[in-house]
């Protein structure tokens, strides 16, 4: 899967794994912000593409903001 025109070759989809079959996975996107394009998408990375998968903890809840002053 090439990531765009830069010509790398790899790429991070960070995500919950909704379906997994011999064939590839699909993931919900689970980007750090929740308002970046394309969050809440489902994506198929096909299993020749997959070279690692691990297992990430949830975020922390973020803190509220702080009042200014």
Do not use: F, N
């Not at 912000?33 to 297992?55: I, L, M």
């Amino acid at each position: 899967m090439e990531a765009g025109a830069s010509g790398q070759r790899w790429t991070d989809v960070v995500g919950v794994v909704v379906a997994a079959d011999a064939d590839g996975i699909t993931l919900r996107r689970d980007p750090a912000r929740p308002d970046s394009p394309g969050a809440g998408e489902q994506v198929r990375v096909p299993a020749a593409d997959v070279e690692a998968a691990k297992v990430l903890p949830p975020r922390p809840a973020r803190r509220p903001a702080r009042p200014r002053d």
